[in-house]
């Protein structure tokens, strides 16, 4: 769409996405790994850097829809006075917004919300960015094509379940159950020797986004990692027994789905589980403490199981984590400052640990959100929206900058569709290509994961939006 | 109130009479008989192997009894079992409807002073006590439901507690009378009419508070205020027509285009919206302090959580609302008469049954009904047979006596099962054992629970339940066009945590853990096993007395030849040690098995 920077292409971009499974594709990936090995040409699946440097994806949804046009915030007197008008009593006094400095903006000025010191900082020192007005959408939308219904939009549109659920499928006009990161590990599982282990860890459990046609989430608990069975490192006569009872179910063939279900679920984590444990067990003490909120544990935790990348043999890791409690219809200015808060320190440390660990342009951190929020109050709340805004953190960010079109916030513009609701002008397809990309998935399979991405985006044309270094 | 002597004068005598004298290779259900071979039968009992295989044996009576009650109760014991086999499945039901409704906030309130006795006698400024809070509804829920005879009432109230949800994922943890008063509101309400429950659950100040309509103002144009939408549209998507107009057999309606067809659209949210204003406190919790009379605007500090929302005319919207696409309510100075309109709108739209219909069916009994099995429930709610719409009576017979939920043919056909909510096995478990208690209390703090397997009343993550209906799991389901919504809280953190909570209540011996630090009073609970520990020589018998009361005779031939192999393993002559450990091995074993945690 319009407004996007366009990055020089990067010779390492073309090193790195050519190299190794990556560019072996998705779809056809057994038949050509059977292929490569007939060839004698298996030793890259062998090697624990098949598909170039290690990355990881983390992803936060800030489920219940973040009100994110008072997460960043224009400052510009004139773009800061339709902010306040439209947003009434839900308005950040403009004192107590902390600038920022983005460095493409060109005249406009935006700062972040009061809660968001640290947060700040990563964004002046150029690890991370912002992408605003960014929704769901299946083609792109005007307000005429809205109100007669002469574009197809998203299903459940400012329905949370459903809503929630395109931002993890990419697939805004079906309700499936498959998301677009388990689907990118299908695509790129050869990249990890580690066959115990899903790439995909979560910290919040089962996720649509982590669910692909092969690929399930392995999750864990925030604090206390992987879960191991009671007994099972007890060799005591009655617990070896029970042990090989308990083998011998978890074996077994039931011949119904649900029973199966069950116990193969039980069967992965356990043997994932003590080669995750013992793996993380070794990570180090980070600097930067943790604080022991959910979201700083979760992160925590993750950065404990990115320290064992090596160790386990994951070349590829996609985290997950859900941070629910965004749907501030009531009190919003006290609920969502503490949340806020929270993310801050969160994301700080979160920071200071890769950096520790070396590994900051291998770890790209982002943020979902089902959607943004009314910018009119409800009294003392805001009600669901479509377009929001969303950052993007670590080393492979092109940082200090906002990318899309953040809108001007006047009720009544060309793309408000009532009560201060915005169509999106960057759709959350481009978002999720662009990261897509830079974890290796190959412009032949972009589709496959976004079939609408064609609608805003020609294939092979370089970033979609422009916020990461591919 | 003191449950321990009840407690332990539990008997679970008699059943071991009907089934031990039987050593059969797999459960026989009606029209199951083919290859089957019945090795012995209870010749005590005057039955024979023709008589289980034609469905005329005494098991399989008890057994099909035993299944009934894993699908209608929370959790059952054996005189349970033995009450619907001579009954039958209706007349046990009628019954059922006539048991007193077991309450939560008289038995917390209870709780609540006990504890603050104690802690006084222990020397503790008891205004330093929080409470009740969830904690003590926990307890409350715990206590009932392990003591209570109103079973049926109270599987339903859970199931209507992840329709209608509320939740202490919220502030509402810290009124433990806010949810007790909303569970008590839906087990009153369980076998009354589901337009009672939309309404109640609509003006309850739970409700109000958890979907924000409590103290929600009319539109102020002149500070861009509109009226809250959350509840206008959860009302609609989750408490009574869904977003999409359907059949009665619960199967999506088409256009000509063969679209689906929405029920509402974002206008028809702003418009209900409208209708859902100028709701506030229904009464203080103070009436000697300010602001003495409930007035619109009051913080949940000073409302009495116990008491329905009341309407404030002059904060509710004026003017006519237009919902449903073409349905215009304009009932001037009235809000509640709105409201009111609003809701039997609502509560008569076509969607009603089979939405309702379809979610029923899938806490009580499968994850897959086919669309025939929807149809007739929904047909029981559209009409109880006496021109009544709503019957929940007649709705829960249409569910628990269809043929779909009680034919053995259907045990066996893969699409006919769910995967048991963590709470259901935990609640089964424990109600089907003789509980021992040194306190008398039986205060489960639920937090065990709640932090392992994710599941407990009124303890869901969002107004979305634990999960959604639709949820398609890995394993073949989607292959199948097959739901699982339990298999949402089932991955590899839950999944292991259950293993290792059956784990703690058989070879720990803890069943459940107070929050009392023992500095109140000895709290040790512990289950009794004495009735398996004396079959121990028999191992076997063990396994069919088990199977009778966790698996109602459909275990696996191959779990129970896991379970042979075990029990065949512990066994040593220096001591009599091995009797203990294959009983708790035995229960430990059932209660991790597929057979047990899956419902056919």
């Known amino acids: 769409m319009k407004s996007k920077i366009n990055y020089v292409s990067r010779s390492r971009r073309n090193f790195v996405r050519n190299t190794g499974c990556a560019a072996l594709g998705g779809t056809t990936f057994l038949s050509t790994l059977l292929n490569l090995k007939s060839l004698g040409a298996s030793s890259i699946f062998n090697s624990a850097v098949a598909g170039g440097e290690y990355k990881a994806l983390v992803c936060l949804l800030f489920s219940g829809g973040n009100d994110s046009y008072n997460m960043l915030i224009p400052t510009d007197p004139n773009e800061y006075a339709d902010y306040a008008a439209s947003r009434s009593n839900l308005a950040i006094p403009a004192v107590d917004i902390i600038d920022i400095n983005a460095n493409n903006t060109g005249s406009r000025t935006f700062g972040l919300h009061p809660s968001l010191p640290k947060t700040a900082a990563l964004f002046n020192s150029g690890k991370m960015s912002f992408v605003s007005n960014v929704g769901s959408l299946i083609q792109p939308t005007t307000k005429s094509e809205f109100y007669n219904g002469t574009v197809p939009v998203p299903l459940g549109l400012y329905s949370h379940a459903d809503q929630i659920m395109h931002w993890q499928t990419g697939i805004p006009h079906d309700r499936v159950a498959t998301g677009w990161g388990g689907k990118m590990a299908d695509m790129l599982q050869a990249c990890n020797t580690n066959t115990n282990i899903s790439m995909c860890l979560s910290m919040s459990g089962t996720n649509v986004w982590q669910t692909g046609n092969t690929t399930t989430e392995f999750a864990m608990h925030p604090t206390q990692g992987a879960v191991s069975i009671y007994g099972d490192n007890d060799d005591w006569l009655a617990n070896t027994v029970r042990k090989e009872a308990l083998d011998n179910i978890l074996d077994a063939n039931y011949s119904d789905l649900f029973m199966n279900g069950y116990k193969n679920i039980i069967k992965t984590s356990r043997i994932g589980g003590q080669q995750l444990q013992a793996a993380i067990e070794m990570a180090p003490v980070f600097n930067e403490p943790f604080v022991g909120d959910n979201l700083s544990q979760s992160l925590n935790m993750v950065a404990n199981a990115i320290s064992a990348q090596s160790t386990l043999g994951m070349n590829r890791q996609i985290f997950f984590i859900e941070y629910g409690g965004w749907d501030m219809h009531d009190t919003l200015i006290n609920q969502q400052s503490g949340k806020l808060s929270e993310v801050d320190n969160a994301l700080h440390s979160f920071n200071a640990a890769m950096e520790q660990l070396g590994i900051s342009d291998n770890v790209t951190t982002f943020g979902i959100s089902e959607f943004g929020r009314t910018l009119s109050s409800n009294g003392d709340g805001s009600d669901h929206g479509w377009g929001g805004n969303v950052f993007a953190m670590g080393g492979a960010v092109n940082g200090s900058s906002i990318f899309g079109d953040f809108p001007l916030l006047d009720l009544g513009n060309d793309i408000e569709v009532g009560g201060g609701v915005f169509i999106p002008t960057t759709s959350a397809d481009e978002y999720f290509a662009e990261i897509a990309m830079w974890f290796g998935v190959p412009d032949s399979d972009l589709t496959t994961l976004f079939p609408n991405l064609g609608n805003f985006y020609s294939v092979g044309s370089g970033n979609p939006i422009g916020f990461l270094t591919l | ?600």
């Open chain 2, 1 to 600: 109130m003191k449950q321990g002597i009840f407690f332990t004068i539990l008997s679970l005598t008699f059943c071991f009479s009907n089934v031990e004298g039987q050593l059969y290779k797999d459960y026989i259900g009606a029209g199951h008989s083919q290859g089957i071979i019945v090795m012995t039968s209870d010749n005590m009992m005057g039955s024979e192997g023709v008589k289980t295989l034609d469905g005329s044996g005494m098991d399989n009576p008890m057994m099909e009894a035993s299944r009934f009650l894993a699908q209608a109760t929370l959790g059952y014991r054996p005189t349970d079992i033995e009450a619907v086999k001579n009954l039958g499945f209706e007349a046990w039901i009628d019954d059922q409807f006539l048991e007193p409704t077991t309450l939560l906030l008289p038995e917390m309130n209870s709780i609540w002073y006990d504890l603050k006795v104690a802690y006084a006698n222990a020397g503790i400024d008891t205004s330093d006590v929080f409470g009740p809070y969830a904690l003590h509804y926990n307890y409350a829920l715990w206590t009932v439901n392990m003591s209570n005879e109103d079973l049926l009432r109270h599987r339903i109230t859970e199931a209507l507690t992840e329709v209608l949800v509320v939740s202490m994922n919220s502030d509402l943890r810290d009124w433990g009378e806010a949810l007790c008063d909303y569970y008590d509101m839906l087990s009153e309400n369980a076998f009354g009419n589901y337009h009672d429950i939309l309404s109640e659950v609509s003006k309850s100040v739970q409700m109000g508070y958890y979907l924000s309509h409590l103290n929600n103002p009319k539109t102020d144009t002149t500070n861009n205020i509109r009226p809250d939408e959350n509840y206008a549209r959860e009302i609609m998507q989750l408490f009574s027509i869904g977003l999409y107009e359907l059949n009665q057999d619960g199967t999506p309606k088409r256009d000509a285009n063969g679209n689906q067809i929405p029920t509402y659209d974002n206008l028809d949210i702003k418009e209900m919206a409208k209708v859902f204003t100028g709701l506030g406190a229904g009464a203080i919790l103070d009436p000697n302090n300010w602001p003495y009379v409930p007035i619109f605007g009051l913080g949940t500090w000073a409302i009495d959580k116990t008491v329905p929302m009341q309407i404030f005319n002059s904060e509710h919207e004026p003017g006519p609302k237009v919902i449903l696409k073409d349905i215009t309510i304009n009932i001037p100075n009235d809000g509640m008469a709105e409201v009111d309109s609003a809701i039997s709108y609502l509560f008569h739209h076509n969607n009603v049954g089979p939405f309702l219909s379809y979610r029923l069916i899938q806490r009580l009994v499968k994850s897959n009904p086919t669309p025939a099995y929807v149809s007739r429930v929904a047909a029981a709610f559209n009409d109880n047979g006496s021109g009544v719409r709503g019957d929940m009576k007649a709705v829960i017979k249409a569910i628990l006596l269809d043929s779909e939920a009680r034919s053995g043919v259907m045990m066996r056909d893969i699409t006919s099962g769910q995967l048991r909510a963590p709470f259901l096995r935990t609640m089964q478990f424990m109600r089907s054992q003789t509980i021992n208690t040194t306190s008398g209390y039986l205060l489960n703090n639920g937090y065990t629970e709640i932090e392992s397997t994710q599941h407990w009343p009124l303890a869901a993550p969002s107004v979305f339940n634990f999960y959604l209906p639709n949820f398609v799991p890995k394993g073949g389901f989607e292959q199948e066009g097959l739901v699982g919504p339990e298999f949402k809280i089932h991955n590899t953190s839950t999944s292991i945590n259950y293993v290792n909570r059956a784990h703690a209540w058989t070879y720990w011996d803890a069943p459940w853990w107070d929050y009392e630090d023992n500095l109140i009073w000895p709290d040790t609970t512990s289950i009794n096993t004495d009735y398996l520990y004396s079959l121990t020589d028999d191992p076997e018998k063990m396994i069919n007395v088990l199977d009778l009361y966790l698996t109602h005779g459909q275990l696996s031939e191959i779990t129970r030849e896991n379970m042979r192999t075990a029990m065949d393993q512990l066994y040593w002559t220096w001591n009599e040690e091995w009797r203990w450990h294959r009983t708790r091995m035995l229960l430990y074993l059932f209660l991790i098995s597929p057979d047990y945690v899956t419902l056919k």
